[in-house]
């Protein structure tokens, strides 16, 4: 079993940055993406980001140019640099991880994700 927890959510001002953390414990070598999404209460889960097994990444055209995913294999951790942050990328953010077949789905329909870090930008 897999257990995603995530940290470095809070309240930034528009313009500002934060770095998410996911840790992952009980990480199975079979799991080849890892990502991030976002919801709103009451909304859609909107993926954000994805990376796989080979380093390749993917991102919402919303968040391209101002975010970027990452992960340090050697601590089992993964990251999100957010920077240039707009009023509307207020969420919770969680991150995802699955095993299986590539090209990577999308994050929402991972198999694991974890609780999830609240992100709040105040414009």
């Known amino acids: 079993q897999v257990q995603l927890v995530e940290s470095g959510g809070g309240s930034v001002q528009a313009g500002g940055s934060l770095r998410l953390s996911c840790a992952s414990y009980?990480?199975?070598?079979?799991?080849?993406?890892m990502g991030w999404f976002r919801q709103l209460p009451g909304k859609p889960r909107e993926g954000v980001a994805v990376?796989?097994?080979?380093?390749?990444?993917r991102y919402a055209d919303s968040v391209k140019g101002r975010i970027t995913i990452s992960k340090e294999n050697v601590k089992n951790t993964l990251y999100l640099q957010m920077n240039s942050l707009k009023s509307e990328d207020t969420a919770m953010y969680y991150c995802?991880?699955?095993?299986?077949?590539?090209?990577?789905?999308?994050?929402?329909?991972?198999?694991?994700r974890g609780q999830g870090t609240q992100v709040t930008v105040s414009s």
């Open positions: 009980g990480y199975s070598s079979t799991i080849v993406c």
């Open positions: 990376i796989d097994n080979y380093g390749r990444t």
């Open positions: 995802a991880a699955d095993y299986g077949a590539l090209p990577c789905g999308e994050p929402g329909s991972f198999r694991y």
